[in-house]
T-cell receptor
Framework: DTGVSQNPRHKITKRGQNVTFRCDPI?????LYWYRQTLGQGPEFLTY????????KSRLLSDRFSAERPKGSFSTLEIQRTEQGDSAMYLC????????????FGQGTRLTVV | AQKITQTQPGMFVQEKEAVTLDCTYD???????LFWYKQPSSGEMIFLIY??????QNATEGRYSLNFQKARKSANLVISASQLGDSAMYFC?????????????FGTGTLLAVQP
């Protein structure tokens, strides 16, 4: 399968715990994005990487959130000291662009904080 | 500030009929891209179609076409010959500029239900 892969698909965690999500983009895609989607809403941008460089961060990405793409391939998104408000679908996208190929999404990681 | 508006929270359509999902956008940048995605209940966002602001013709991809009316700032998605598998959430999104800002701004989506 050559699509964007995200792991895990589901994560349930207790409030205050740290969680880490992984995204494997489509091979050779230099652009990688993280988005967050809450119930009934469209996805909201969190951060953008071009190769290994994190070029843009949303103000939604509080100090508890950190994202890396160490070798310009896979990326991780870590949330420290999770809160119930962090419960959401976390979507990763990769692409080359701009244009029709600039953002292909993975299946997402659904986080539930209890 | 850029904004995407989808005014139809939900739509019904009969199988084999065509349906139009509305999307209006707001931007002051002359260069932008418009996207439509389908999100089934499984959660994955599936890319459907793209329209660049300088594209002269409306984009088409199989049963999907984008009715791009630049002066009205609308980018409606037309699905022809609806199928039961088309039942899903549909999101319109926009990216401003040609690379300085790479984020997509999404609308709130339209839930499409295809009836047999």
């Amino acid at each position: 399968d050559t699509g964007v892969s995200q792991n895990p698909r589901h994560k349930i965690t207790k409030r205050g715990q740290n969680v880490t999500f992984r995204c494997d983009p489509i091979s050779e895609h230099n652009r990688l994005y993280w988005y967050r989607q809450t119930l009934g809403q469209g996805p909201e941008f969190l951060t953008y990487f071009q190769n290994e460089a994190q070029l843009e961060k949303s103000r939604l990405l509080s100090d508890r959130f950190s994202a890396e793409r160490p070798k310009g391939s896979f990326s991780t998104l870590e949330i420290q000291r999770t809160e119930q408000g962090d419960s959401a679908m976390y979507l990763c996208a990769s692409g080359v662009g701009p244009g029709a190929t600039e953002a292909f999404f993975g299946q997402g990681t659904r986080l539930t904080v209890v | 500030a850029q904004k995407i508006t989808q005014t139809q929270p939900g739509m019904f359509v009969q199988e084999k009929e065509a349906v139009t999902l509305d999307c209006t956008y707001d931007t002051s940048d002359p260069s932008y891209g418009l996207f439509w995605y389908k999100q089934p209940s499984s959660g994955e966002m599936i890319f459907l179609i793209y329209q660049g602001s300088y594209d002269q013709q409306n984009a088409t991809e199989g049963r999907y076409s984008l009715n791009f009316q630049k002066a009205r700032k609308s980018a409606n998605l037309v699905i022809s010959a609806s199928q039961l598998g088309d039942s899903a959430m549909y999101f319109c999104a926009m990216r401003e500029g040609q690379g300085a800002t790479n984020k997509l701004i999404f609308g709130t989506g339209t839930l499409l239900a295809v009836q047999p």
